[in-house]
């Protein structure tokens, strides 16, 4: 039985979704390098991840596919909710941005619009607005 189907919890389910997600995005290339390894360890602070959830997910014959929906819409929600996790501590490193690129690349995001998404949104979120107005903000970048 996936660790997905555990959960009810609709926000707890699509935080471990995220995780999960994030987690597949840092081993794609092979073994969690410490660097990686320190990335998803906040990530997992961030969303609450117990260590027995972490400690499933991160087991190798786990693989969790990221999810593209076919919605522009469910697919900004989808990095709205990310952004909101990385400006939890108020702030974006380099890794974070490196992260959040494959994963937007990785719900449907072309390369070149997944840089203007991730320059978009870091700026947008320096202060909090609610997603009805990073949807529109979005879409008038097109």
Do not use: C, W
């Not at 840092?26 to 990335?39: C, M, R, W």
């Not at 709205?80 to 959040?100: M, P, Q």
């Not at 690349?105 to 947008?124: P, Q, Y």
């Amino acid at each position: 039985m996936p660790i997905l189907d555990l959960y009810n919890h609709s926000e707890k389910r699509r935080n471990l979704a995220h995780f999960a997600a994030i987690a597949s995005l840092a081993a794609v290339d092979g073994a969690v390098n410490p660097a990686e390894k320190e990335i998803l360890d906040r990530f997992a602070q961030k969303l609450n991840i117990t260590d027995a959830e972490y400690k499933e997910v991160m087991k190798k014959e786990n693989k969790y596919p990221i999810e593209a929906p076919f919605e522009m819409k469910k697919r900004y929600e989808r990095l709205y909710d990310f952004f909101r996790i990385i400006f939890s501590d108020h702030g974006i490193d380099a890794e974070e941005e490196d992260l959040v690129r494959k994963y937007a690349i990785g719900i449907g995001f072309s390369s070149e619009m997944a840089d203007k998404v991730l320059k978009s949104s870091t700026e947008i979120f320096s202060g909090q607005i609610p997603f009805e107005d990073y949807l529109l903000l979005m879409e008038r970048r097109k």
